[in-house]
């Protein structure tokens, strides 16, 4: 009877002691708090740091600026050709102005957003203007305006300021998507000089 006594003692004993033990066992304290610091660190590195744009050269900055500013005019632009034009020739064409000029500038959104550096919210004092006179426009007139402004000048302007960028640029990232860029624009151009030459 003693020996059963002692018997349920000591497995009673071992059964408090290895609770303590147990619970600890169950308890993932240094994996909870690795859990919760981790997402903070993730985050941390995908949003661009306050001095990303400090990092970024002025001119660097205004290469991005530039291709957004000239992306959201050819788009503004181009849907207003689309609207009034007559011209099955100049509607196509701005239709192809508004689709990748927009797939254009969604790519410098996100380098923008990499590098810190906000993006113009609207037109520019030129831009505006030529916005403004082509909407005073109809009819042949307004084709003609349009082909020459938004197709040839404006693409003649954006096209030099890549070639510089895609050779002057210091960071990689503005030296990759000028250099991206510059083929639509070319095609563009060469686009709009045919249509300028045919509705003469």
Not at 120 to 136: T, V
């Amino acid at each position: 009877m003693f020996q059963r006594k002692t018997a349920v003692i000591s497995l009673l004993l071992a059964s408090a002691l290895a609770m303590p033990a147990l619970s600890q066992a169950q308890m993932p304290a240094p994996v909870a708090a690795g859990a919760a610091t981790a997402p903070v660190a993730a985050g941390a590195a995908a949003t661009p740091t306050a001095g990303a744009a400090a990092t970024l050269s002025k001119a660097d900055q205004k290469v991005i600026v530039d291709m957004a500013m000239s992306n959201m005019a050819e788009v503004a632009t181009g849907k207003m050709a689309v609207a009034k034009s007559q011209n099955p020739q100049v509607k196509a064409y701005a239709q192809k102005m508004v689709d990748e000029h927009t797939a254009a500038q969604a790519d410098v959104t996100a380098l923008a957003q990499a590098k810190g550096v906000t993006m113009p919210a609207d037109l520019d004092a030129p831009h505006k203007s030529m916005a403004a006179k082509l909407d005073k426009l109809s009819g042949d007139a307004f084709d003609k305006a349009y082909m020459k402004n938004a197709g040839v000048s404006a693409h003649t302007k954006t096209h030099n300021k890549l070639v510089k960028a895609s050779s002057k640029a210091k960071d990689p990232d503005v030296k990759a998507a000028a250099t991206k860029m510059m083929p639509v624009v070319e095609q563009h151009l060469k686009l709009a000089k045919e249509q300028t030459a045919a509705t003469k």
